[in-house]
């Protein structure tokens, strides 16, 4: 059968956000582990938003609701508001709000985790006379052919392929998708994901894809997760923002990976086992070559300076 070919951001989008796409259908805990799974990630964020005086915290991309069941322990007289294209989830505690659009005004905290490497975006890859084109795909298979001359607005500037065959992953729509979330919060908006700077660019682009915790072949039909690093060094520059690594982050807002004294275990038994698993939770958020590497993406929109 012959192959039915498509721009990358075109498939991309309607495999994951389509009538049936993936996010509308799964779990991403079903899939893949993100710092919002891991309980601590919530004591730090709750902590920023006490120490920026948030009335309210949204969680743009909201998932399964983690994040915000577990804040909703730590904040007691915040408003907790959940942005997901998913239904919300039957164990979300009654008095955390759930709604499919972005408030217009935010007056707080904005967290989006792990949501901007999923925000489709145009796949470059430079052609044997070294044109820029863009890449189409065939979403039932994955195969893949050169179409049109790729706009070089956004690539120029900050990832261009380098030789035949290398890629990059056109950025612009993660830009703007920001910066449209940073445009509307009257506080503090923090985007953390996984991403490259200029210099460090992968040559042959990010493009993968999860399945029931696993990574699979690439492939936009629906069956699964479809993701690219973030170009954070771009984004950042959109908003004004600070980039501080996930690691420097949570130590800064006081969650580290250091083990609790041996002598707990002997006086409050019960004190150190608690203080143990957060240790190793704080561990697994903070090790390198995982969540530790992941980008914050930190914009104070009240005072200009950047508070993690
Ligand atoms: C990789 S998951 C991350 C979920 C969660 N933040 C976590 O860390 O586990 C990305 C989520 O963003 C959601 N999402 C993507 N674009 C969205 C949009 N425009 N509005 C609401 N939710 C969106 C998807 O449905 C998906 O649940």
Same mark, same amino acid.
């Given at each position: 059968?012959?192959?039915?070919?498509?721009?990358?951001?075109?498939?991309?989008?309607?495999?994951?956000?389509?009538?049936?796409?993936?996010?509308?259908?799964?779990?991403?805990?079903?899939?893949?582990?993100?710092?919002?799974?891991?309980?601590?990630?919530?004591?730090?964020?709750?902590?920023?938003?006490?120490?920026?005086?948030?009335?309210?915290?949204?969680?743009?991309?909201?998932?399964?609701?983690?994040?915000?069941?577990?804040?909703?322990?730590?904040?007691?007289?915040?408003?907790?508001?959940?942005?997901?294209?998913?239904?919300?989830?039957?164990?979300?505690? #009654?008095?955390?709000?759930?709604?499919?659009?972005?408030?217009?005004?935010?007056?707080?905290?904005?967290?989006?985790?792990?949501?901007?490497?999923?925000?489709?975006?145009?796949?470059?890859?430079?052609?044997?006379?070294?044109? +820029?084109?863009?890449?189409?795909?065939?979403?039932?298979?994955?195969?893949? #052919?050169?179409? +049109?001359?790729?706009?070089?607005?956004?690539?120029?500037?900050?990832?261009?392929?380098?030789?035949?065959?290398?890629?990059?992953?056109?950025?612009?729509?993660?830009?703007?998708?920001?910066?449209?979330?940073?445009?509307?919060?009257?506080?503090?908006?923090?985007?953390?994901?996984?991403?490259?700077?200029?210099?460090?660019?992968?040559?042959?682009?990010?493009?993968?894809?999860?399945? +029931?915790?696993?990574?699979?072949?690439?492939?936009?039909?629906?069956?699964?997760?479809?993701?690219?690093?973030?170009?954070?060094?771009?984004?950042?520059?959109?908003?004004?923002?600070?980039?501080?690594?996930?690691?420097?982050?949570?130590?800064?807002?006081?969650? +580290?990976?250091?083990?609790?004294?041996?002598?707990?275990?002997?006086?409050?038994?019960?004190?150190?086992?608690?203080?143990?698993?957060?240790?190793?939770?704080?561990?697994?958020?903070?090790?390198?070559?995982?969540?530790?590497?992941?980008?914050?993406?930190?914009?104070?929109?009240?005072?200009?300076?950047?508070?993690?």
């Amino acid at each position: 059968m012959a192959a039915h070919l498509v721009p990358w951001r075109t498939a991309w989008d309607a495999a994951l956000y389509g009538d049936d796409g993936f996010f509308r259908t799964s779990r991403p805990a079903d899939h893949f582990r993100t710092s919002a799974h891991v309980g601590t990630f919530a004591v730090a964020v709750a902590e920023l938003a006490r120490r920026t005086g948030a009335a309210t915290v949204v969680d743009l991309g909201a998932g399964g609701g983690e994040l915000l069941t577990a804040l909703h322990g730590l904040l007691p007289g915040v408003d907790l508001v959940g942005v997901e294209i998913a239904p919300r989830p039957p164990t979300l505690p #009654a008095d955390v709000a759930w709604t499919s659009a972005l408030p217009e005004r935010v007056t707080g905290l904005v967290v989006a985790n792990e949501w901007l490497d999923n925000l489709p975006c145009t796949v470059v890859e430079r052609d044997d006379d070294g044109v +820029d084109r863009e890449v189409l795909v065939d979403p039932a298979t994955g195969e893949e #052919a050169l179409g +049109d001359v790729h706009d070089p607005g956004w690539t120029r500037r900050w990832w261009t392929p380098g030789a035949a065959g290398e890629r990059s992953e056109d950025g612009a729509p993660r830009d703007a998708a920001w910066a449209d979330v940073v445009a509307r919060v009257d506080g503090v908006a923090v985007a953390i994901d996984y991403g490259h700077l200029a210099g460090d660019r992968p040559p042959f682009g990010t493009l993968r894809s999860y399945l +029931d915790g696993h990574e699979v072949d690439v492939r936009p039909d629906g069956s699964r997760d479809v993701t690219a690093h973030v170009a954070v060094d771009s984004v950042a520059a959109a908003v004004g923002g600070r980039l501080v690594r996930q690691r420097d982050a949570l130590f800064e807002l006081g969650v +580290d990976g250091a083990r609790p004294p041996i002598d707990l275990a002997r006086s409050d038994p019960s004190a150190y086992v608690r203080a143990l698993s957060r240790a190793g939770e704080a561990a697994e958020l903070t090790a390198r070559g995982g969540l530790g590497d992941f980008w914050w993406i930190v914009t104070d929109t009240r005072h200009g300076t950047l508070t993690a």
